[in-house]
């Protein structure tokens, strides 16, 4: 069964540092998307990705973030300046069409310190 | 603002028993609704979705309702499993808001009991 890959798993940081996060969508798929979680907490919408351009972001989405499709497979995160708060579980999650079901890859676990 | 929660945090049931989630939602708006399921170290699992042209739809063990009078979701397990433990959570959206895909809730943990 197809399904949105994530590399790394786990990536730990230093405060400052840029990150980038990785993500194999489904192959056939359109609509691609980044959520991120604290530990115990709500998965939370970051950014949507369409047609090489972002559709909609989040508040969390500032400055220091930053999405790119660089090929036909990958769509990447990047964090510019990493924060203690950027610590979470990051989500990518792609789809076929709009408003249909999200599939979401394993996550990478961020730790910054 | 608008939200979407759950109203229990934790649920225990025995292995064998039936289980329900409840979520409530306050988004009338909103118009497709999914449950995940997530299993520690993992990403969220698609385990049903519904559309507010319906109230009730069928998989297999796992039933979701959808009252869009009270805003309430619900997912149903029946037979619960080990394997059924987890954190579950409603989803929503809506289809003419745009691309920003969807709006979880809390989560609500799932323990079987042997």
């Known amino acids: 069964e197809p399904e949105v890959t994530q590399t790394p798993s786990h990536q730990v940081t230093q405060m400052g540092q840029e990150v980038i996060l990785r993500c194999v969508p489904i192959?056939?798929?359109?609509?691609f998307y980044w959520y991120r979680q604290i530990l115990g907490q709500k998965v939370e919408f970051l950014v949507s990705f369409y047609n090489n351009e972002i559709s909609e972001k989040s508040e969390i989405f500032d400055d220091q973030f930053s999405v790119e499709r660089p090929d036909g497979s990958n769509f990447t995160l990047k964090i510019r300046s990493t924060k203690l708060e950027d610590s979470a579980m990051y989500f990518c999650?792609?789809?076929?069409?709009?408003?249909?079901?999200?599939?979401f890859g394993s996550g990478t676990q961020l730790s910054v310190l | 603002g608008e939200n979407v929660g759950l109203h229990l945090p934790t649920l225990s049931v025995q292995e064998g028993d039936n289980s329900i989630i409840n979520c409530a939602y306050s988004?009338?708006?909103?118009?497709?609704f999914i449950w995940y399921k997530q299993e520690s170290g993992k990403g969220p699992q698609f385990i049903i979705d519904i559309r507010s042209n319906m109230d009730k739809r069928q998989g297999q063990r796992v039933t979701v309702l959808l009252n869009k009078t009270v805003k309430h979701l619900s997912l149903q397990i029946a037979a619960t499993q080990p394997g059924d433990s987890a954190v579950y959570f409603c989803a929503e959206m809506y289809s003419g808001g745009g691309a920003d895909g969807l709006t979880f809730g809390k989560g609500t943990h799932l323990i079987i009991q042997p």
């Open positions: 999650a792609s789809t076929g069409a709009a408003n249909e079901k999200l599939f």
């Open positions: 192959s056939n798929h359109l609509y």
């Open positions: 988004n009338s708006a909103s118009d497709y």
